[in-house]
């Protein structure tokens, strides 16, 4: 491959780096996939951070159930042509305890015994109402009732937060759920209603820790909302050896003192750089709070926490101030499901700001959510939220479909059940053998660092430079190339996809690798192919340099 400098070749490369990473990505499988066709290379698309794994149990449960709810069904009336009824409630705790018997040895068997008795033992729920709940949710004839999220749903997965989010036992604090179409629906529920709701408008100053996933930098760019974001950036500081921290000078975090920051959004571990925050930086995010910013209103993305040991969310941190969103997506590979939910405490800064509303805009309010309530002023964010997000209008008809709630019960059932703990190390472990491997060829040996998850890695490019062939070199590379340069080419000549950094808010020559969706031996090679990529770049180097 000829890698010398092109100026037509740059001058479309940066036309093509104001795109988003992710339709960026959409060129860069076609360029590997040609090349895949054209030589000996292997398609390998490290880009999305869609899992190549699933959690089986969870779904054989969800399967035995529906086998339940059909019967439940055809119990009630069944026509010949393939019509049944519906199921009814009188009886059914009793017939469902019977079926479990029945069923006890098949897949998914265990769980659904072990999450009903759960339920009705620990949480005193009423046989014959959580049944149906499950016979209606899994064959879903009915409306999502209560709209924001289904009563027992609620209850398992708020204990599932608490034991994965880093939540005590023992405590107090109540959050309500609102189960939403996937994390990415969760983002726009809360933009739009945090707007809707005067609690940021146009001009109003946000902040964002970055590097960030992709659409938490584009959202408050869009014409509706218009903030004016303030970067708090973990691009800085280096360790020894060639590797970023990914955590935040302490001064970065001090911008968030400005009582004017009226929102923080974090993904958090971090996307793409997949580091859990210090406890120490968290403690003074803490301390801001407390002391020079008490009304920040915080919004946390913690898809990732349960591929970090011992996490703690922020929502456990900042209980008042902090809204979680958490999606099931990756731990359990459920991308296609779309399964997440938002949680806000019962005692929350969103209520209390709307409370004390100027008069004006508590009568836009009242008139927007009129139609809900007598009382519209009572209406807490959360069910604003769920009203929002169907235009008010279709409240009515709003809410997750109730399959989609089953199987995330299930799901939250398994991991607080006996089966969660091997599952979960399981997980860890697999993420740091791929870690591991990615890493094996580059010439870097990788530090351990109990706080990175690993879901992803971000490697700066130009750090390597740097390191293996020294400064003059790393200049060469920024005279002479678009920092995209380096994805589309590892495209085009070695069928390997990467994401570029800089489309996450990272360094401009970093790229970013998925670790879920790739076998291991995969990331051997995806490791040895980023490292010879950079040394034809220094080849390159050495030859303008022998012309001059």
């Not at 998914?108 to 339920?119: C, E, M, P, Q, V």
Request: proline share 6%; hydrophobic share 40%; with cysteine.
């Amino acid at each position: 491959m000829n890698i010398s400098p092109n100026p037509s070749r740059r001058a479309e490369e940066e036309k093509l780096s104001q795109m988003s990473p992710f339709e960026i990505k959409n060129k860069l499988i076609s360029m590997a996939k040609a090349d895949s066709r054209k030589s000996t290379s292997t398609f390998l698309n490290a880009g999305r951070g869609n899992p190549n794994w699933i959690a089986t149990e969870p779904r054989d449960a969800f399967f035995l159930l529906g086998k339940f709810g059909m019967q439940e069904c055809r119990r009630k009336y069944e026509d010949p042509v393939g019509i049944a009824g519906i199921p009814s409630q009188e009886g059914i705790g009793k017939r469902f305890v019977a079926f479990l018997a029945d069923n006890a040895s098949e897949p998914g068997g265990k769980l659904l015994r072990s999450a009903f008795d759960y339920l009705v033992k620990v949480h005193n729920a009423d046989p014959d109402e959580l049944a149906m709940e499950w016979a209606e949710g899994i064959i879903g004839d009915q409306y999502p009732t209560p709209d924001r999220i289904l009563k027992h749903t609620e209850i398992l997965i708020r204990d599932y937060l608490r034991l994965e989010m880093g939540g005590e036992p023992e405590s107090t604090e109540v959050y309500d759920l609102f189960a939403t179409e996937g994390g990415t629906a969760g983002m726009c529920y809360a933009f739009d209603s945090l707007q809707e709701n005067f609690l940021i408008d146009k001009g109003d100053k946000m902040a964002l820790m970055v590097p960030i996933f992709t659409p938490y930098i584009e959202i408050p760019e869009l014409e509706r909302f218009s903030f004016d974001v303030v970067n708090i950036s973990a691009n800085s500081i280096e360790q020894p050896g060639g590797f970023h921290t990914w955590q935040y000078p302490p001064e970065e975090l001090d911008k968030l003192r400005d009582p004017s920051v009226k929102l923080l959004c974090l993904v958090n571990p971090s996307n793409p750089p997949s580091y859990t925050l210090d406890p120490d930086l968290v403690d003074r995010l803490v301390e801001i709070v407390e002391n020079d910013n008490p009304e920040l209103m915080i919004v946390t993305d913690d898809v990732y926490g349960t591929f970090v040991k011992n996490f703690h969310s922020l929502m456990y941190r900042l209980p008042h101030n902090t809204m979680c969103v958490y999606s099931f997506s990756k731990y359990f590979g459920a991308t296609g499901w779309r399964l997440a939910v938002t949680a806000i405490n019962r005692d929350n800064i969103f209520d209390r700001k709307i409370a004390a509303l100027p008069a004006d805009q508590k009568e836009a309010l009242a008139k927007r959510y009129g139609s809900l309530s007598t009382n519209p002023g009572s209406i807490r964010f959360i069910d604003r939220m769920v009203a929002d997000s169907r235009l008010v209008a279709l409240n009515h008809t709003a809410g997750l479909s109730t399959p989609q709630q089953i199987q995330m019960t299930l799901m939250a059932a398994f991991s607080l059940l006996p089966g969660g703990a091997p599952y979960k190390a399981r997980m860890q472990e697999i993420i740091t053998e791929r870690l591991e491997a990615l890493w094996t060829n580059t010439g870097f040996t990788l530090l351990v660092d109990p706080l990175r998850a690993g879901y992803y890695s971000e490697i700066d490019i130009m750090l390597w430079a740097r390191k293996f062939y020294g400064d003059d070199f790393a200049k060469y590379l920024s005279d002479n190339y678009e920092p995209l340069d380096f994805v589309l080419r590892l495209a085009e000549s070695t069928a390997v996809v990467l994401l570029n950094g800089d489309g996450f808010d990272g360094p401009a020559w970093s790229v970013r690798a998925s670790l879920a969706n790739l076998d291991k031996d995969d990331y051997l090679k995806i490791g040895g192919a980023i490292r010879s990529l950079l040394d034809e770049y220094h080849e390159a180097y050495l030859a303008a340099k022998d012309k001059n």
